[in-house]
Structures are given as structure tokens and as C-alpha cells.
């Protein structure tokens, strides 16, 4: 069976969408805009002892928003955006698809913030 030749890491981008492009998912856009208002005035929130977090994981099922609730934390955070399908990731030799996370994480560190 042919396999698809990965996508390249490449820098991310600064994205345009808007918190009102996002239908629906109220709890999580509140939960979200939240952790933007960290990002924003990190230092006013730390001396308030708040953690602010190094990172989000949304999950869930196909189709339902992740993604255009990444772009949204990103363009409101004047964040880049990255995306890789996780089909890229998958290779015939072990160790290969790992090394490539590792090379997408230490772009958008590189990149920050991300």
C-alpha cells in the first residue's frame, strides 16, 4: 500500500478567527477566553498567585470544534498556529513519527508563543 510523504513542519501562522466565528461550545469558549485573558496580562494573574498553563488539550470526536477553537485561543492571543494531521506523524520505521513531534514542538518553542 503507498503511504502519503509526510507534510513538512513549517512556521506557523498567525490566524483570523474570531471568537464569534465559533457557534456554540459556550462553556468552552468562556473556559477559553479565560486562559486568553492569562496569556494576555500573565504577570497580573501571577501576582495574584495564579498558574498560568504552559499548554491546552482539547479532545474529543472528529468534527466538533477542536480546531476552530485552536485557531480562535490563537488569533485572540496573537499566538501562531500550528496543525499536523496525524497521519503525518505515522512511518514504516520505528522512532520516525516520535522525532517528528519532537521536530513540530521545538518549532513552535522556537516560534513562541505558539
Do not use: C
Not at 498553563?53 to 498556529?81: D, E, M, Q, W
Request: aromatic content about 8%; cysteine-free; charged content about 25%.
Amino acid at each position: 500500500m503507498p503511504r502519503a510523504k509526510p507534510a513538512p513542519v513549517v512556521k506557523g501562522s498567525q490566524v483570523e478567527v474570531s471568537w464569534s466565528d465559533v457557534a456554540g461550545l459556550d462553556e468552552a469558549k468562556h473556559e477559553l477566553q479565560e486562559v486568553v485573558e492569562f496569556l494576555r496580562d500573565r504577570k497580573r494573574f501571577e501576582r495574584l498567585g495564579a498558574r498560568v498553563p504552559r499548554g491546552i488539550l482539547l479532545h474529543g470526536p472528529p468534527g466538533t470544534g477542536k480546531t476552530l477553537l485552536a485557531k480562535a485561543v490563537a488569533s485572540a492571543s496573537g499566538a501562531n498556529f500550528y496543525s499536523q494531521s496525524a497521519s503525518s506523524f505515522v512511518e514504516m520505521f520505528a522512532g520516525l513519527g516520535a522525532a517528528r513531534i519532537r521536530k513540530l514542538f521545538e518549532e513552535a518553542r522556537k516560534n513562541a508563543p505558539s
